[in-house]
């Protein structure tokens, strides 16, 4: 849906990152592949995004999932030089949960640049790979999961995103709490400047901004904004706001704004601040 993404190219996401920073706001971009797609046309086209970025005067990384590049270790090597050369961080995106294993193998192979991975509350072994990640050297992004883990007994996904939250305290490379849910994203942020980890709230283009924007201003906590784009649809934190009273107006205004809903909502959300 054109809401919930900048669009299918990579000029569109730029200036997306550049209205947002105009806006005081710090952004992730990431690519969706298309399903046929090969890892060598998915590698360049990040590889494109970090050339484009290192003559840009933006606070951006650039987001990649390593299912797009087929697990290949030397393509993760050529994107982790070219976040290194423009001085960007290089964020690996949560898959299934069958998949993190590998994905933190490797993570684990010597690199260039500042990575960055993400642990789902879902997931209980997300309260170690918390320890893992303190020593491997990479930024954090906390997000409640889309996938349960085998076996899940029923993980209240809420409860876990703070354990992951309390074992990242401290963490030296920063986290990054990205969830809508305003009061959990309150009391994330909460515990984590309490215990003077550096931290920042990151919240998807297209879904709800100003009740959590909010939520981190008042703490004093930088926000960053994940932009999609390629050639994914609306994103599965659609589904986690169906239960708000709020919800079906604001997917209603998908239908009649457009992408243009989510400028409205971070202007009125400069106007409270």
């Known amino acids: 849906m054109a809401a919930y993404r900048a669009g299918a190219d990579l000029d569109e996401a730029l200036a997306v990152v550049r209205r947002l920073a105009g806006y005081g706001l710090a952004a992730t971009i990431g690519y969706t592949a298309e399903a046929d797609q090969r890892p060598r046309a998915v590698a360049d086209t990040h590889l494109a995004a970090f050339e484009r970025l290192a003559d840009e005067a933006v606070d951006c990384q650039v ?34 949960p069958e998949t993190v294993s590998l994905s933190l193998r490797l993570m684990d192979a010597p690199h260039e640049g500042q990575r960055g991975t993400t642990l789902p509350g879902r997931w209980r072994r997300s309260v170690h790979d918390a320890a893992l990640a303190e020593r491997l050297g990479l930024l954090v992004r906390v997000v409640k999961g889309q996938w349960a883990e085998p076996g899940d007994d029923g993980i209240d996904p809420a409860a876990g995103f703070l354990r ?56 004093g906590v930088p926000i960053r904004v994940y932009v999609p784009y390629g050639h994914g649809g609306a994103p599965y934190g659609v589904a986690d706001v169906a239960g708000h009273p709020v919800a079906a107006w604001w997917l209603l205004q998908d239908v009649v704004l457009g992408m243009d809903k989510t400028w409205r909502s971070i202007r009125r959300s400069r106007a409270h601040l």
């Open 164 to 219: 992951v939250v309390d074992a990242l305290r401290g963490h030296r490379q920063g986290v990054a709490v990205a969830t809508h849910d305003a009061p959990l994203l309150a009391e994330s942020l909460r515990r984590l400047t309490a215990s003077g980890t550096p931290c920042s709230a990151e919240l998807f283009f297209g879904l709800p901004f100003r009740g959590p924007a909010l939520a981190a201003r008042r703490l």
């Open 63 to 96: 987001s990649v999932k390593l299912s797009a590049l087929g697990f290949d270790g030397e393509l993760l090597a050529e994107l982790d030089a070219a976040a290194a050369r423009s001085s960007r961080v290089l964020h690996i995106d949560a898959l299934a």
